[in-house]
C-alpha cells in the first residue's frame, strides 16, 4: 500500500535557538526524526512543518544535505503556524512532510566562484548550499558572503558569522549607521556595488525581501553578470506542497514543485504578475 503523502512524519525538537528577539522574532528550529525513514533533501527545497491543531506551514531547509544528524529550519514568527511554532520547546513533537520543490545545481558550480547575497531571514534558504560549498570547499572557487538586515540585532545566524569569517569573504552591513558598528552602512544591493564581485567564472545566489532582489539583480547586472549566473528563490504561498491547490502559481508554474529555485534567465520569462 502506497504511504499517504499528506500524512506527515513526526520529529523531536532537539535544540532551539533565538537568533532575533523583538516585534519580528526569528528562531532556528533542529530536530530529528523519531523513526527511520526515506526523507532526504538537496539544497534550496523545502519542507511543510506542522503543529498539531495549528495547522502547516512551509519552510526552507537551513542545513546541509550532507548534515545527517539533523534537520534545520530557521523561522520569522509571522501567523498562526509560525507563531505556534515559536512557541514550541524542545522535546516537542512537531510533523515534517517533503522535501518538496527542485533545488540549487551545486554540482554544476564546481570549479566557480560563489557569491552568497542575503538580506534578513533571506540567509536560511541559501545557508544550506552555502555551507555545502563549504564542506567541499576543494571543489570550488573563491567563496563570499554579503548580507545584512535592518540592524545588527536583526542579522540571523550572528555566532556562526563569526566563525564564517575565517572560512570565507564576510561582508556585513546594515541599514542605518548604529554606534560601534564598523562595517557597511548601507542596504544590500549598495553594499554589491561597493564590494564589486567579479562575474568571471561566477555564480551568484540570492535571497531575501523581493525589492531587495529586484535591486541586487540590478546591481550584478550591472558588474556584468549575465542572466544565467544569477540564482534566488521564489517564496510565493505554498498550500500543498506538490502542485495540486493552486496557491503559488505563477502562469503554469507550480512554485513547490517547478520552484522555488530559479535562475534570472529562467525567472524572466515568467508572467510579469511575479
Known sequence: MNENIYIPKLAKIIKIKEEVSGSRPIKTFRTQFIEKNSFSHQCGQCAMLSVLGKGESMISISSSPLEKDFLQFSILKMGRVTSALHETEVGETIGIRGPYGNNFPIENWKGKNLIFIGGGIGLAPIWSVLHTALKKKEDYGKLTLIYGARTSKDLVFKEELEKLNKKMNVHLSVDVEEKDWKEYVGFVP????????????????????????????KALEELGFKDGQIYTTVENKMKCGIGKCGRCNIGKHYICKDGPVYSWAELKTLPQEY
Not at 556595488?193 to 529586484?214: A, F, H, R
Open 190 to 217: 549598495q553594499n554589491v556595488t561597493d564590494k564589486k564581485p567579479s562575474p568571471d567564472n561566477s555564480i551568484s545566489i540570492t535571497c531575501g525581501p523581493p525589492i531587495m532582489i529586484k535591486f541586487v539583480i
